[in-house]
Every structure is written in C-alpha cells, then in structure tokens.
C-alpha cells in the first residue's frame, strides 16, 4: 500500500470514494503507525480498539472514515478523561461534548486520546502526569503545550487532524514547535459543552492539521451555535475550506506588529523566517504596514491574572466526593486538601494558588479588577486596529522549541513562552500558526496570522494562499517517513 | 516588589483547599511572588483605564426536561451508598 503517513484529507477522501482503500484499511494503517511510533513520542495517553472506533462514528459524513485525535480534556462518552491529571484516573466520561458529537456525526473516526498538559496548563507538555511529548522533530526537546499530544500526532503523521484547546497558547505554540497549523476560533465560534474547563472566558475548541485546507473542514464541523453553551455564538454552518482558490482578497492590508516581531529575546532566525513570510504575503498582493499595539505587551500580565482567577474557581470541583481519586481521611476538611494536593501536580497547584491569591480580599482590586480594565484596552486596541488591516502578523514564538527542563528553575520564562500568543485569547480573536520555515538545526518556525471577530475565512484564505507558495507544508520529520 | 509571606502562602492554601508540605513552602514563595510581580504591571495601565458597565445579555432556552441517566455518574464516585455520595461526617470536623 502507498504510504499514507502524510497525505491531506482531501488525498483520503478521494482514495475512499474511488474504493482505492477501505475506511477499516485506513485506520488499522494509522494504529499500526500508533503501535509502531507512539511508544517513542507519548502523544496518546489511550488509543482505542479498532471496533469500537468504528462503532462511535456515523458511517457517512464530512469526515466519514478520517481518523483523528482528541485531546483528553474533551469528553466522549464512555472513554477515559484525565485531562492529563492523577485526580481524575480512572474516570470516564457519561457524555459527549459537542465536537466530539458532530465529529461522530460527520463519520470522523476519533482513534484515541491525546497527551496534553495537566489540565492544559503548560506550554511544554511537561505537566501531564503520565507521560511527556517529545517533539517529532528532535526527541531531547518539547512538542510544546498544552495541546503537545495532538500536534506531535499530526506532526509525525499519526493521524491527518486533531483537536486541541488554546487558552492562551495551546493550540499555537505546539504547532509552531513541530511544523504544523493551529487554529485558534473566535472565542464562542466552537461550542465548549464537554469541555473541561480551565479558563472558561478564554478557552476555545482549537484544531490542528498539516496544512489549511484540512484544518478548515474539521473546523467546518466542529463550529455554529450550541444551545448547551450559552456562550457560543449565533452563527451559521459554513463550509471554510470553501473559499480556499490559493489567491488573497483584493487590496488586503495586513498589519505586522513590528515591536513583537523585533522584540528583545526574540531568536534572530525566527525574525528572518517571518520576515521572509512576510515578503511572500507581500508578493502574493498584500499591502503590508508596521503597526503599533501600545497594550499588547500588557496582555501576558492580564492573561497569568484572569486565567489563574478561572483555574482557581474552575478546578474547586475536584475535591474527592463525586469523582476520580479520593485521600483517605476521616476528616472532611482533610479529605478535599489531601485528596487536592496528592491529585493535582505542582503547575495545576501553582496556579490555583496565585488564581485564589489575585481573587482574594485585599488583592482582587490590584490584580484581578485591574486585569479586567486592561483586557477592556486591549479589546479596543485590536477592534481600532482591524478598523484599519484586515490582518495582523506576529510571532507566535519568541525561540524554537526548547529541551526538557529547560524551565525547571525559572518558571516565568515557561509562562512568558505564551507573550505573542495570549494577547489573542485575552480579545477573543481568531488566529492562526503556520508553518514558515526551520531553524539551522532543523526545527520548525512559526508564524501567527490574527484576524478580527469570526473572520476564519479570511485567515484560511490567507494562510492557504501562502501555504501554495511555499513548502513548509510538505516537509515531515525523516524518522516517520516510513 | 511584591513579596508573599508565608502565612499568606497557607493561608491562601487553607483557602483553596491543598495541603501544602513545609518543604515546599519557600519555592512556592518564590514562584508565586516572582510571577505576582510580573503580573502587577497593569497597574500601569488600568490606572488610566475607566472600566466600562458590561454589557450582558441573557442568553434563554427552552426548559425543556431531558431524562438522563445519573447512574454511570454516581457509579463512578470513590464512595457511594445506593445514589448518595458518602463524605467524612461533617459536624465533627470543624476547623
């Protein structure tokens, strides 16, 4: 059989309609990739049974027959669902969450659960309390976080898409480090019913794929108006991988966020490779300018302030009565405590800390209210700037992906890893990280295209368009070829 | 600068409900200030920053009764009598 580790979803989609390969031949291939290849990289905590796999999904659809990963903070009924976490071995899910639902709908084969950081609360993969997810691109260095098991998957053609989260890097930076696309929503586009919360005014059902056009259909099923979320937001079903022709809008204007792009401790590669991107947006007809985001540099303060805030509130339902692992104590008291701090790990507790800290009696007014005021500019900022471009260029990185334990004695350069990215989450913009090129030692770049409110067609369109010009896309780590 | 104390570092643990171990207190001082401080930086801009009233809006549903089986939920808890969840007793464990 032709090897398929890396072909598009339009590729698969063709090869089951013309009867070339069946959908069964299709997914005992990419398990057999799982069984061959995962053992090396951890980028599933669970791949499924082939017969159930197919027992969950409609036989026809959108997606039909198209396997893929979820990452383990999204609930399928019946699966495990750890979010990466001790306080939640063992639990299983009693019901879908909404992508996963329309996902089945649309036939999609969901093979496994993928890695993550312990309830997506790190940029390096590192917190997850099973296992780490090394980068298919080099093993002694991170695939990124939180979303890291469904980026290395896709990255090492394990599958052709996953879903992922971002809330304030996720999905992005991830796919930066292992040379692949994340979408990051609009805030409210993709429905959070079933997802376990971390910060939920943040949060948004993320997708990653090898190039745009597949991440724009899996999008296309995921997203529209969810009555079980009262924060989704009304809008229509569409087909985004629709308007994918290769060219850009006629006199788009984008505007490059020029202090970001040269901003101190940026790697001088990585300002080459999006400087380079940046000549070919301009070659295929955009109208490039510099553009000045006074807040932004604000937005990593904001987003460590509001996102602990969530975390501490979201996460108090862990406390050992209805589900997952329980202390054992007599004491009621000491039953949550103990239970909470033999179940969380040190990042999740770390920011229930400084989450209950910001929101207490004494500091809520310095930090948390503050934060929100902040947030309340820098909204406004954006919603001026797409007044005047329609897109904005930035980094999604500031270095390409780093060695394990790199960070273990300054966690507040792990946590400034999400500077470029979480801005985004803070205005609820959509943006996307594509692939723009590699570093001398062979690891990936890349860049973000942002947009305003709900225009993921344009950033497809956009993205594709660049994505046609240039070979980032096709490029694949050597040890997976085969 | 901005540095936590100890007590705040309990005290705030007492709140969120995690045992801490005296061992890890110091590196959860450091941690947490040193992000704390980082944090404080919108002090700069809020200062100029009027917060605005938001702007909610209710967001309704039909209230429609969907049966749903609480069984695989309830099955699942680390101790359970029939539908009930067991807990340590509560009166006895003021503190």
Redesign the interface.
Request: aromatic share 16%; hydrophobic share 40%; proline share 2%.
């Given at each position: 059989m032709k090897n398929l580790a890396f072909a598009t979803i339009t590729q698969l989609q063709d090869l089951l309609k013309n009867k070339e390969i069946s959908a069964q031949e299709l997914l005992t291939f990419y398990l057999d990739r799982f069984a061959k290849y995962d053992p090396a990289i951890g980028a599933a905590l669970d791949v499924f049974d082939k017969d159930s796999i197919i027992a969950a999904a409609a036989k026809s659809g959108e997606l039909a027959g198209i396997p893929g990963l979820l990452k383990d903070i999204i609930a399928e009924k019946g699966r495990s669902l750890t979010c990466a976490s001790k306080i939640l071995e063992?639990?299983?899910a009693?019901?879908d969450a909404t992508s996963t639902a329309r996902l089945k709908d649309a036939g999609a084969y969901i093979v496994g659960r993928a890695n993550c950081d312990e309830f997506a609360m790190g940029s390096s993969n590192e917190t997850s309390a099973y296992k780490k997810v090394k980068n298919p691109w080099d093993h002694e260095r991170v695939a990124g976080g939180s979303s890291g098991g469904s980026i290395a998957a896709v990255a090492a053609g394990l599958v052709p898409w996953a879903i992922g989260t971002d809330t304030g890097s996720s999905i992005r930076q991830p796919a930066a480090f292992c040379g692949v696309v994340g979408l990051k929503p609009t805030y409210g586009l993709v429905s959070r019913y079933g997802v376990t919360a971390y910060a939920s005014s943040l949060d948004c059902v993320s997708v990653t794929a090898r190039t745009v056009k597949d991440t724009a259909k899996v999008l296309s099923v995921i997203a529209g108006k969810d009555?079980k979320d009262?924060?989704s937001l009304a809008t229509e079903k569409k087909d985004y991988a629709a308007t994918l022709d290769g060219a850009i809008k006629k006199g788009l204007k984008i505007g490059v966020v020029d202090a970001a792009l040269h901003a101190e401790g940026m790697d001088p590669e990585i300002v080459q490779a999006i400087e380079t991107a940046i000549a070919e947006l301009k070659k295929l007809g955009a109208r490039i300018e510099n553009v000045e985001l006074p807040?932004f540099e604000?937005g990593?303060?904001?987003y460590?302030?509001l996102s602990r805030a969530e975390a501490?509130s979201n996460l108090?339902r862990f406390?050992?009565?209805?589900?997952?692992?329980?202390a054992k104590?007599?004491?009621?008291?000491?039953?949550?405590?103990?239970t909470?701090?033999d179940g969380?790990g040190a990042e999740v507790?770390?920011r229930?800390?400084?989450g209950?800290?910001?929101l207490?009696a004494g500091h809520a007014d310095?930090?948390y209210?503050?934060?929100?005021?902040?947030q309340?500019?820098m909204r406004q900022e954006f919603i001026e700037t797409f007044k005047k471009y329609d897109l904005l260029v930035l980094p999604t990185t500031p270095m390409p992906a780093f060695k394990f334990g790199a960070f273990d004695t300054d966690?507040?350069q792990m946590?400034?890893q999400d500077y470029f990215t979480c801005p985004i989450n803070i205005a609820g913009l959509p943006a996307i990280s594509m692939p723009c090129g590699f570093t001398k030692n062979n690891l990936p770049i890349g860049f973000q295209i942002v947009g305003s409110h709900l225009s993921e067609e344009l950033i497809c369109q956009t993205a594709h368009a660049y994505e046609q010009v240039t070979p980032w896309h096709t490029m694949h780590p050597a040890q997976y070829a085969e | 600068m901005i540095k936590v104390s100890r007590e705040e570092i309990l005290y705030i643990a007492k709140l969120s409900r995690i045992a801490i171990h005296e061992d890890e207190i110091e590196s959860l001082v450091d941690d947490i200030s040193q992000v704390l401080n980082y944090a404080a930086r919108v002090q700069e801009l809020a200062a100029t920053e009027v917060q605005q009233p938001v702007k909610n809006i209710n967001i309704f549903r039909e209230d429609t009764i969907v049966q749903t089986d609480p069984q695989p939920l309830i099955a699942q808890a680390p101790q359970r009598e029939e539908q009930y969840y067991v807990v340590p007793a509560v009166l006895d464990s003021e503190k």
């Open positions: 063992g639990y299983k009693t019901y009555p009262a924060t807040a604000y990593a303060a904001t460590f302030i501490a108090a406390d050992g009565v209805r589900y997952g692992m329980r104590t007599d004491d009621l008291f000491d039953m949550y405590s103990d909470r701090r969380f507790k770390r229930i800390l400084i209950n800290y910001v207490s310095a930090f209210v503050n934060a929100k005021k902040v309340q500019r966690r507040l946590d400034l | -």
